[in-house]
């Protein structure tokens, strides 16, 4: 038994050993925003909420219309199972729009109102669903929830 706990203390000597190195947080390579390849451009994204797809849908809308959707007119329940956040993000807009488990984030031009880029939140990653070929996630002031 003594055998097996000195060798399991030298195993994990030997991994924590110099030769490895954690990433340096002070960095700012580290701390950079990500920057996502999209999967597919806008219009063939957003062409999928003629198949029923809620979540496409809702990411594809203008702000005005994703309030409207997702913000009840009176004190009652949301029409949809969603809570929606707007987020000023330099020279975008982003609405997070969050469901059960999963969420996106749309990112619309501040200047002109056109939606740029479609981020897909899961369970277990992040990506581009949908928008230009790369997409950098611009850094954005805490978001305000667009229902009172």
Same mark, same amino acid.
Do not use: W
């Given at each position: ?12 000597? $030997? !991994? ?8 340096? +947080?002070?960095? #700012? @390579?580290?701390?950079?925003? &990500? ?23 809702? $990411? !594809? ?8 959707? +997702?913000?009840? #007119? @009176?004190?009652?329940?949301? &029409? ?10 330099g020279d975008y807009q982003s609405v997070l729009i969050g469901y059960v488990d999963t969420s996106t984030s749309s990112y619309y031009d501040k200047a002109?109102?056109? +939606? ?33």
């Amino acid at each position: 038994m003594r055998r097996l706990l000195l060798r399991g203390l030298a195993t994990a000597a $030997a !991994c924590g050993s110099a030769s490895s190195s954690a990433p340096d +947080l002070a960095a #700012p @390579d580290d701390l950079a925003q &990500p920057i996502y390849t999209c999967m597919r451009p806008l219009a063939d994204y957003c062409g999928r909420a003629d198949f029923g797809d809620v979540s496409a849908t809702d $990411a !594809c809308l203008p702000i005005d219309e994703i309030v409207a959707r +997702l913000c009840p #007119p @009176d004190a009652g329940l949301p &029409p949809v199972h969603a809570r929606a956040f707007l987020a000023d993000c330099g020279d975008y807009q982003s609405v997070l729009i969050g469901y059960v488990d999963t969420s996106t984030s749309s990112y619309y031009d501040k200047a002109t109102g056109a +939606l740029v880029a479609v981020i897909g939140h899961g369970n277990f990653s992040d990506g581009c669903d949908a928008g230009p070929a790369t997409f950098l996630v611009p850094s954005c002031q805490p978001a305000v929830t667009l229902c009172p």
